[in-house]
């Protein structure tokens, strides 16, 4: 009785957080489900306390992250960024485009798919507008690009982070799997966008740099800080990978350092806080840790995950359900709880030990991956969308679908492929 009702409440929650009914927001959709759980009984105020409490270090590489992409905004670092690339694209619209995927690509590696995707869109929505350039193939480069590189680094989406706590995997052996497969993906990434929007893209422009970095910042110094102090993170967030440590703290410290150089300097905007820092998002997390622990202990993740994970009999085999399973999840309930439940459903005993590491890190790349077929399967892709609606851009599921249908089997062949060798 207890499993079935757990399992009601996490398929109706999911449905209400894709779905968004009377526009009803993820996190109070999540919230809702948790607190259901703890009313019905499923799982009780010291699990749930001990579900979130557990996570501190993803709690804190978000605050960091938040912290970090308000200041570099302040600063002026992404329109910084845009510039540099419309002014080494040469006047050509196409090798522009090419541009956008390295930004985006350098971004997301060191500050994770959610930054590029929050603070990327509008700079690249407004740097296309103003070159009298079709903005759809920029926009959409974007957003792919935020997941084709997604994994890699630890820190180039929040959902390594909480599967590096599991794996704790160092650096080395992290790269050492899926280092090929990013480089991979982004590149057939950036292969298909430059097949399909190569007309759209022949476009020339011109493009005056001095003046575009003198609106960029008002206070040199401070950029100049700020631009040394992202340099300083990345190479702290690259150690603190290698030698296990708690990216959470170093996202935190970094974002905290940043944002006393902004107060110091007198360029703090509450007005870029309120926009980057996002309590619904602790709120939304949290409720997701309470719902996938109610889950788990109603037995319900290791059946789910060992069922699927029955037909594997090696690593390779353990890489493909993983990455499989994880993609078509992904897409159907977003990402983060996707790979939540098969985080559980592996540490419940669903699959082999000797199986556990190369499913873990095929789950990962699904789910690192597999959200570029649909506009629902990661947050940062839903950030996307939700930006660009605001600029006036409508984007239909059709519209992202069929790129999504050339980049994301391919990235994921490739991906699956790659990592599964890795393990030979």
Not at 61 to 78: E, K, Q, R
Not at 278 to 284: D, E, G, K, N
Not at 391 to 419: N, Q
Request: overall charge positive; aromatic content about 8%; some cysteine.
């Amino acid at each position: 009785m207890q499993s079935a009702l757990a399992a009601v409440i996490f398929v109706a929650t999911l449905i209400a957080i894709v779905t968004r009914p009377r526009r009803i927001g993820e996190a109070w959709s999540a919230l809702t489900g948790a607190l259901l759980m703890l009313l019905t009984g499923v799982i009780n105020i010291g699990s749930a306390l001990a579900a979130i409490g557990a996570e501190w270090n993803l709690f804190l590489f978000f605050l960091g992250l938040m912290l970090t992409a308000a200041v570099a905004d302040m600063a002026g670092f992404f329109d910084w960024a845009a510039a540099l690339a419309a002014a080494t694209a040469g006047g050509s619209g196409r090798r522009l485009l090419l541009n956008v995927f390295v930004i985006g690509a350098v971004i997301t590696t060191f500050l994770s798919n959610d930054a590029t995707a929050i603070i990327l869109t509008p700079v690249v929505y407004g740097m296309a507008t103003r070159l009298r350039l079709r903005v759809m193939p920029y926009l959409f480069a974007v957003s792919f690009v935020a997941n084709a590189a997604s994994m890699t680094l630890p820190i180039s989406n929040p959902i390594n982070v909480l599967t590096g706590d599991r794996l704790r995997a160092p650096l080395g052996v992290y790269e050492g799997h899926l280092f090929a497969a990013s480089i991979a993906s982004i590149a057939i990434c950036l292969g298909v966008f430059m097949a399909v929007f190569w007309r759209a893209t022949n476009r020339r422009f011109e493009f005056d740099l001095q003046s575009a970095l003198a609106m960029v910042s008002a206070d040199r110094v401070f950029f100049r800080l700020v631009l040394a102090g992202l340099a300083l993170l990345a190479v702290a967030y690259v150690i603190g990978s290698a030698l296990l440590l708690p990216l959470g703290v170093i996202a935190v410290a970094g974002g905290g350092a940043l944002l006393a150089v902004g107060a110091l300097r007198r360029r703090v905007s509450r007005e870029h806080l309120s926009a980057h820092v996002s309590p619904t998002l602790f709120i939304y997390i949290a409720s997701l840790f309470v719902l996938v622990r109610g889950v788990q202990g109603a037995g319900i993740t290791a059946a789910l995950v060992s069922g699927a994970v029955a037909q594997a009999s090696d690593s390779a085999s353990a890489v493909a359900t993983g990455l499989l399973g994880s993609a078509v999840t992904s897409n159907l309930v977003n990402n983060l709880p996707s790979i939540l439940v098969f985080i559980s459903g592996a540490q419940a005993g669903g699959v082999p030990p000797d199986l556990r590491t190369p499913f873990l890190f095929g789950a990962l790349a699904g789910a690192d991956l597999g959200p570029n077929l649909t506009p629902v399967g990661a947050l940062s892709t839903m950030l996307w969308l939700v930006i660009v609606r605001r600029r006036g851009v409508e984007v239909s599921a059709w519209d992202f679908l069929r790129i999504g249908a050339l980049v994301a089997p391919l990235t994921l062949l490739a991906a699956g492929v790659l990592i599964a060798l890795s393990f030979r």
